[in-house]
């Protein structure tokens, strides 16, 4: 504990040494099952072998150079990328919130390119894009804005998975530029839309010549049993967003582009000191070869399912859940009262899970959970929340 940091974050009172897979040990040895992967960013669990293999060669060889000269490892992560998504362009950046800044300053640009002079992108309620300033006002919660005025224009928030929103937006706005949208919200609390939400906001942009741009930043990368979220529909996007999972770890964020939206930026237009160097490339690239190799988006469907199942049945009789709902390995229990506690009760019984939305239990295992462990973890978890509701 240091009083040297700054307190933008309520810890929970546990320190983490070592892992393994889906386990982590604290300083006291004690061993903990980990159902939040630092967010939805260990994908590959701790330690994964070919991760760190991967990342030791680099880093004995080269860390960083600058985007001043090429990179061979940042080229060859935007092939996969492209290879994977169908998309066409690549911009490496840090993080989820500066993907994001990414596609709003593209989005911007791409109106200017069409003299609209202050283009608006529409933003759903209970999304959320990030901490930086245009992410923020991006983002649909008060909560994390509040204090943080003046706020950055140029958004027009809709109630999320209500397609008759956006068509009156359309109907009354010329300004519109795009539409910004998690295909499945996280921090909002698991929100899955209807079956054609994708395919409807895909007809609005297409008919407007607006882009649809997704935030895939906690979707992405095997997460919903997927490459992408956007997979499981025919629809395409302009532009994605990714970060979390991208790395396992090693920060990198990408901006991604198709068509008339990945010629948008030219030279200057946009930049990073950091982004896309050889280390983070790297990881990247090892953990697209692990989810390859190891049939780990399938995994994610397979466990996912396995893991809601499991739910269902614990919970056939309990009073007081809400709602089951998962897309792969992104699971959500809604509860019919606040249930913040459960974090601290799942820690003491060696768990780690996540509460958003005030009511809902995230879970977001690493993709190599397999069926024992997700068994551990429904027999665990179910447990807590009996107990929490009785
Ligand atoms: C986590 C998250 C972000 C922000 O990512 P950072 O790396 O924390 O900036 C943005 N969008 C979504 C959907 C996220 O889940």
């Known amino acids: 504990m240091s009083d040297h940091l700054m307190n933008t974050y309520n810890r929970q009172p546990v320190t983490f040494t070592r892992g393994e897979g889906v386990w982590l040990w604290d300083i006291a040895g004690e061993k903990y099952l980990d159902a939040l992967a630092g967010v939805a960013v260990n994908g590959l669990g701790h330690a994964h072998p070919k991760l760190v293999k991967a990342i030791s060669e680099q880093a004995s060889r080269l860390i960083h150079t600058s985007n001043i000269y090429h ?13 994977i998504s169908g998309m066409d362009k690549v911009f490496f950046c840090n993080s989820g919130c500066e993907a994001n800044e990414a596609a709003i300053k593209l989005a911007r640009l791409y109106g200017h390119h069409k003299d609209i002079q202050a283009p608006e992108i529409i933003v759903m309620d209970k999304s959320f894009h990030g901490r930086t300033m245009a992410t923020l006002f991006a983002t649909g919660s008060r909560k994390v804005q509040a204090g943080f ?10 109630p999320y998975d209500d397609i008759e929103a956006v068509k009156q937006v359309a109907s009354r706005n010329s300004s519109v530029v795009a539409i910004l949208v998690e295909p499945v919200q996280g921090e909002g609390g698991i929100n899955i839309p209807g079956g054609v939400y994708l395919e409807a906001l895909r007809e609005i942009c297409d008919a407007h010549g607006w882009l649809l741009m997704l935030d895939e930043v906690q979707t992405g990368i095997g997460r919903t049993g997927t490459w992408f979220a956007f997979q499981h529909t025919a629809v395409m996007p302009d532009v994605m967003s990714l970060a979390k999972g991208l790395g396992s770890g090693v920060p990198i964020g990408a901006c991604v582009a198709k068509g008339k939206a990945a010629e948008v930026f030219t030279y200057g237009k946009h930049g990073s000191t950091f982004g896309g160097n050889p280390l983070a490339c790297v990881a990247g690239l090892a953990t697209l070869k692990a989810i390859e190799e190891e049939g780990l988006c399938e ?42 506690d459960l974090v601290n009760s799942a820690l003491k019984a060696k768990l780690l899970i996540n509460v958003t939305a005030d009511n809902v239990v995230r879970l977001l295992p690493p993709l190599v959970m397999s069926e024992d462990e997700a068994k551990e973890l429904v027999s665990r978890l179910s447990l807590l929340i009996k107990t929490f509701l009785a």
């Open 71 to 83: 990179i061979a490892e940042q080229a060859a992560l935007a092939d996969k990328l492209c290879e």
């Open 149 to 158: 005025e003046p706020l950055v224009s140029g958004f027009v928030r809709v």
């Open 299 to 340: 995994n994610s469907t397979k466990i996912g399912d396995f893991i809601r199942a499991g739910f269902e049945a614990e919970f056939k009789n309990t009073k007081g859940i809400i709602a089951i709902r998962n897309a792969g390995l992104m699971i959500g229990i809604e509860l019919d009262r606040p249930c913040g």
